[in-house]
């Protein structure tokens, strides 16, 4: 297994493939975790919201965290994601995900009661202290409610358990200002798709991306120009990978327009679960030509 202190990187985030009768892939699933390994991905993030987790079962949970493990053979790290409402609901999820063979798990604060930063951090202090596993902090204002700032991050350090944190804010320099308040030994990855370039130019340390499920290998293409200082080349490739990076992640279909794009381009998904949202034709159509650029502009440079 790869030592702890390589977890960091691009870390893809699977999708949860359905077939004909409504029932998890994990056949084509398993062929997505071929195809990111062999871009060399760091990592994969499973059961998140792009794997519809919430939408699953909890032995569909088992069978595809069970089958990615033994896929993945420690090539690669498998974090999983265990949000739940309370910090017992957490910590439960967390002892499933080791005895399934994690390495590491993902937790949000508490969603949908709006609770005050200090809160939610009273409530990460109980999970973290008693996890099982390496844990990433989500921050993710839109879907919990609650904005945690480097402040409020730093207060956790002690738990013994924070070994990075997934940040989606938004704000321009919030990935440089997590670097600044955190210990060298918590790792900051760029959580949102569409900032992933600027987030490497602050620091980060490593990128959760959903889009690495679909284009692993510019994803990760661009993690290592970043990685290694060649800026004006990242750049470069960043400036083609942005537009469908962009349009993903500004739709509020994305989940969908990601199983739809792969769809078309020969791995089929299956739809998404209700009550998400289906991605239009037009969407599809437009991230497939701004993918089909990228990829014309690549074989002429």
Request: proline content about 6%.
């Amino acid at each position: 297994m790869p030592d702890e202190q390589t977890m960091r990187g691009v870390f893809a985030v699977p999708t949860t493939p359905f077939d004909a009768d409504g029932e998890q892939s994990i056949k084509v699933l398993l062929t997505g975790i071929d195809r990111a390994l062999e871009a060399g991905v760091g990592g994969f993030l499973c059961l998140g919201a792009t794997g519809e987790a919430l939408a699953l079962s909890s032995e569909e949970r088992e069978a595809q965290i069970r089958a990615v493990v033994e896929a993945v053979a420690g090539r690669a790290h498998v974090v999983v994601g265990c949000m739940a409402y309370s910090p017992a609901e957490m910590t439960a999820l967390i002892a499933q995900a080791k005895s399934w063979g994690a390495d590491a798990a993902m937790i949000t604060p508490p969603f949908y009661g709006g609770l005050e930063p200090d809160a939610a951090v009273a409530a990460l202090r109980a999970v973290m202290s008693a996890s099982e596993l390496p844990v990433m902090v989500y921050n993710n204002p839109h879907s919990t409610g609650t904005d945690l700032r480097p402040e409020h991050l730093a207060a956790l350090q002690d738990t013994g358990a924070f070994w990075s944190v997934k940040e989606t804010s938004g704000e321009a320099s919030r990935i440089r200002e997590l670097r600044d308040a955190l210990d060298e030994s918590v790792e900051v990855f760029a959580g949102a798709d569409g900032i992933a370039f600027e987030g490497f130019t602050q620091g980060a340390s490593g990128w959760v991306a959903a889009s690495a499920w679909l284009l692993p290998r510019e994803c990760q293409r661009l993690w290592e120009l970043c990685r290694d200082g060649e800026w004006a080349a990242a750049l470069d490739l960043w400036n083609g990978l942005s537009s469908p990076l962009a349009q993903i992640e500004g739709s509020s279909a994305f989940i969908s327009l990601i199983k739809q794009t792969l769809s078309r381009r020969g791995a089929e998904q299956g739809p998404v679960r209700p009550p998400l949202p289906t991605a239009s034709p037009a969407e599809v159509e437009s991230v497939l030509s701004a993918i089909a650029g990228m990829e014309g502009e690549g074989a002429h440079a």
